[in-house]
């Protein structure tokens, strides 16, 4: 390093920007839909390292305000600092004490800005998000993707459930959906992500968002069976396999 150079970076050590240019530890699928009473939403409890399964007990999905819920696939630490800046937003939303809060759509155009803000800056929060709720009997359920593409949906899923799952639900979801065929249908969902989805793991929590509030299971496991013939030789008939 040149004597100048290095001067210049003890005096201004901000000078050597850094980026986010892969993830590290990494959160998959996140499958949500609406149903009669308000939003389910679905997600595994695994962190990735890589390719390597290094945490599994990572909860990707949390309240937001009274009226949200927000899930995340994608690198985890960048997930919790979206989560101050909610934390933040909130918080500023509550010093007003006037009586009205934050609703889902409020909270989702917000995280669009926040996604499109960073891509611009070349420096992305390396998530998908979904953030659904309820207010005033609206049921609200939308996603955006670290660059700033964002849309509203009956059902939305990130990462390989955008894939695997969505097809799933285009075919069996229906407007007037009850909370126990929604989280059947939740659950089938999650398995065949589990059975195609290497950094899936058979421990997930399943959410709901109601006009009452947020409700988050505890971590449970999916009856799975793996005595399929597909996966006693998958390479049967594929040409050039290993």
Partial sequence: MAPNQSYHTLL???SDSQ???YPYVTGTSVVALKYEDGILMAADMGGSYGSTLRYKSVERMKPIG?????????EISDFQEILRYLDELILYDNMWDDGNS???????NYLTRIMYNRRNKFNPLWNTLVLGGVKNG???LGMVTMI????EDNHVATGFGNHLARPILRDEWHENLSFEEGVKLLEKCMRVLLYRDRSAINK???????EEGVTISPPYALKTS???SAFKNPSVGAEGSW
């Fill in 12 to 14: 201004n050590p901000e």
């Fill in 19 to 21: 980026r986010t240019l």
């Fill in 66 to 74: 009274k009226h949200s819920l927000l899930g995340a696939s994608g």
């Fill in 102 to 108: 934050l609703g889902p759509k409020e909270v989702h």
């Fill in 138 to 140: 609206q049921k609200y």
């Fill in 148 to 151: 700033g593409v964002n849309f």
């Fill in 204 to 210: 997930l929590q399943i959410a709901k968002i109601t």
């Fill in 226 to 228: 793996w005595g399929l």
